[in-house]
């Protein structure tokens, strides 16, 4: 997943502000440069009525579960970087001392990350 570029081409406040609220987008050059970067929801079917009917014409819950579960067959967690590891690590260390102050932990029973299933 990547996420939406910022920049004064991309967010075009000088063609919105040229065009105004009741303008034509569609002429503007701006638009012939950037409208293949729009973002399509790949659950909905853009293909023509009969091209749709000929594919099998599944509707959107099976389209969804479809790419649910491939994306479920597909994932591969990355591993947490060592940053992440001892910021995680320094949090369970507070809250174990947190608990042991107020006499709701004892680390002596079960450490708190081992509590959690932290493997750290």
Not at 8 to 27: C, M, Q, S
Not at 55 to 73: P, W
Request: hydrophobic share 35%; net charge positive; aromatic share 8%.
């Amino acid at each position: 997943m990547r996420g939406i570029k910022i920049t004064p081409e991309t967010f075009a406040l000088d063609i919105i502000h040229k065009v105004g609220t009741r303008g034509g987008y569609l002429e503007a050059d701006h638009t012939a440069r950037h409208y293949r970067e729009v973002w399509y929801p790949s659950v909905f079917d853009r293909r023509a009525h009969h091209t749709w009917e000929e594919a099998g014409n599944a509707d959107t819950t099976t389209t969804a579960r479809r790419i649910a579960h491939e994306t479920i067959l597909n994932h591969k967690p990355q591993p947490p970087s060592e940053t992440a590891l001892e910021t995680a690590r320094g949090l369970i260390q507070e809250a174990e001392k947190r608990l042991q102050k107020q006499k709701r932990w004892s680390s002596s029973l079960l450490p708190l990350s081992q509590f959690l299933k932290f493997r750290i």
